[in-house]
């Protein structure tokens, strides 16, 4: 009962903590020093975009893992696949994918699993049903990922025919999805003949010079990967202790399982127009500014990006901790986007 008592307190309190002041002629020590000091990250980058100048507060060069940032990255090798003739994204994933699937999916094309209107639920969790969320629970006790349940191909397969799935698909209304983006993966590789992390490597790390943007990360690469750390979720781990850094399974690493850096962020963003329908959603900050924005979660690491709509100053987040929903974040960008242009950069390095 006491460390029920202790949750309930602290999901109360975890947006509390005080932001930067961003009148400080070193933003970027302030930056730092909110989300290490005062949040408790171990570790952050972060870096702001304006007129094409990347501005970085900590080191742009080490290495997160960025969780649902990873669909931007996929969604851009899928385009670049289908331009060539690789696959028809207007077909019915049924065409390409080798899942013994239910007929409601032939309605459904790889471009609305890519833009999220396939009508496909957010995930296979069930929220409406205390039963389903052990999973999200034990996640926290035991060092799991809410995922672990459905993420081989035999396990996505049986959940993607399941009657809740299902019934998703009769009412068809757009909204977010990883069971769809997931299934859009797999049905390109499935197309392919190839793997999502192949893929990825020749049509954009490779020809944008992304050298430490990959699902898997060589022994130099891992020396400087961010330690994975609890932060606001899991709840029931201590916020700042380390967690095990799960990959997760052949059917879902493509729609949340990439590691990347701020510099890379950076580039990727410079290049590629992330302005696409089903990419970024929508929201006003509490500053009144309007913003087209990102979350990523993952077990030991959280990600955030959003644009101006007004200036088109683009923001990118990398932190180690599981952080959802990432009010400060959120709150940094409101601050950021406000400042006069001749203040709003963070020192370039």
């Known amino acids: 009962m006491k460390r ?41 980058s972060v870096v702001l975009i304006r007129d094409g100048r990347s501005s970085f507060a900590g080191d742009p060069r080490t290495i997160y893992r960025i969780g649902s940032l990873t669909k931007l990255f996929v969604a851009e090798a899928v385009e670049r696949l289908a331009a060539k003739g690789a696959m028809d994204l207007d077909a019915p994933v049924t065409r390409h994918s080798r899942y013994a699937l239910a007929p409601e999916y032939g309605s459904i094309t790889l471009r609305e699993l890519m833009e999220h209107r396939s009508g496909l639920p957010k995930d296979f969790l069930n929220p409406w049903n205390p039963l389903a969320w052990h999973v999200a629970l034990m996640s926290g006790l035991v060092g799991s990922h ?92 201590r916020r700042g202790k380390k967690v095990p850094a799960h990959r997760l399974g052949p059917a879902l690493v493509g729609m949340g399982g990439l590691h990347s850096t701020a510099a890379d962020c950076a580039k990727f963003l410079s290049l590629c127009d992330v302005m696409k329908p089903g990419r970024l959603r929508a929201r006003r900050l509490d500053s009144g500014r309007w913003i087209d924005y990102r979350f990523g979660m993952i077990y030991g690491g959280e990600s955030f990006l959003c644009r101006d709509r007004a200036t088109g100053d683009i923001l990118v987040i990398l932190r180690n901790v599981t952080s959802w929903p990432a009010a400060e974040d959120l709150e940094l960008a409101g601050r950021l986007f406000d400042r006069p242009p001749s203040s709003r950069r963070i020192p370039s390095r």
């Not at 202790?6 to 970027?28: I, N, Q, Y």
């Not at 990959?214 to 994975?228: I, N, T, V, Y």
Request: glycine content about 8%; charged content about 25%; some cysteine.
């Open 4 to 44: 029920c008592f202790k949750l309930l307190f602290l999901l109360a309190c975890g947006g509390c903590a005080t932001m930067p002041r961003l009148d400080s002629p070193e933003p970027e020590a302030e930056i730092r020093r909110f989300y290490v000091d005062e949040v408790g990250d171990s570790s952050c």
């Open 146 to 237: 809410i995922y672990a349940g459905f993420d081989s191909r035999a396990d996505f397969e049986q959940a993607a025919n399941r009657s809740r799935t299902l019934s998703f698909l009769s009412e068809r209304r757009p909204q977010y999805s990883n069971v769809g983006f997931a299934l859009l993966v797999t049905a390109v590789e499935d197309a392919t003949g190839r793997g999502i992390d192949d893929i990825l490597r020749a049509e954009v790390t490779g020809p944008m010079g992304l050298a430490d943007t990959a699902f898997d990360l060589s022994e130099e690469q891992q020396k400087r990967l961010a330690p994975p750390c609890a932060g606001k979720l899991p709840w029931l781990v």
